[in-house]
């Protein structure tokens, strides 16, 4: 980007970004000692899973409240998330294996479900994150654990699909979720690296125009009639 580029000695410019073929790399200016957050091991996680829930559990809220759904339901669409974790992260030790750490944690998330009844009547059935949760028990190198922690990025929790159960006194929405998660262990530690300096302040953000931007940067009309320049033209009788 080349609000982020800045000279370096002998005149050459450095710009953050990809380093391709053919680029020429000036040497670094300096060597210093950042504290970062550095990722020693990692694993991606894809999973999916049904989920049934009754209408009247708790904290299940269908929109509109009134009328009351009349089955056999007939399923719309659905989404879900964001997906989270829920609750702490636990680091464990594997019995003979120093090196390594379980890391076990919950992730999970919202989900709201359009249907229509029997009647053609469309609802809305929410349902909260309690009911829809992964567990995550995995292993992941971890050599010092009193310095180092797990950590989850939740990339993906969606909605891929739903059906419903009325054979029984209460229905139930049975929802498919998908998730796609990394799990990390990491440390904060201090590294030492070449660097070109500090960043250059960057120019001034731009924003989104608005009605009053063309406006504004118009000139101001006169707001006086014109005088006579020059000789008074003749009146003729």
Not at 53 to 64: K, L, S
Not at 181 to 201: D, N
Not at 202 to 215: A, H, I, Q, Y
Request: aromatic share 8%; charged share 10%; net charge negative.
């Amino acid at each position: 980007m080349a609000e982020l580029m800045q000279s370096v000695s002998g005149g050459q410019q450095i710009t953050a970004g990809p380093i391709t073929a053919g680029n020429v790399i000036p040497p670094p200016v300096e060597i210093v000692c950042i504290q970062v957050e550095k990722i020693f091991d990692s694993c991606s996680n894809v999973e999916c899973a049904e989920y049934c829930v009754n209408f009247t559990a708790t904290g299940v809220v269908i929109t509109p409240t009134l009328p009351t759904p009349v089955p056999p339901f007939t399923f719309v669409s659905c989404t879900a998330g964001p997906g989270a974790v829920s609750g702490p992260i636990t680091e464990l030790p594997v019995p003979g294996q120093p090196l390594l750490q379980r890391v076990i944690a919950d992730i999970c998330g919202p989900a709201s479900v359009v249907f229509t009844d029997s009647l053609s009547n469309t609802f809305t059935i929410s349902i909260p994150s309690s009911y829809l949760c992964f567990h995550k028990d995995v292993l992941l190198y971890m050599p010092d654990p009193d310095a180092m922690f797990g950590k989850i990025e939740v990339v993906t929790f969606t909605c891929l699909g739903a059906r419903f159960i009325t054979t029984g006194v209460v229905p139930q929405v049975c929802v498919t979720i998908g998730l796609r998660a990394i799990v990390k262990s990491a440390a904060w530690v201090q590294l030492l690296i070449p660097a070109y300096g500090y960043c250059p302040v960057p120019p001034t953000c731009r924003e989104l125009g608005t009605l009053c931007e063309g406006f504004e940067a118009e000139p101001f009309p006169t707001v006086y009639p014109p005088q006579i320049s020059g000789d008074p033209p003749s009146s003729v009788l």
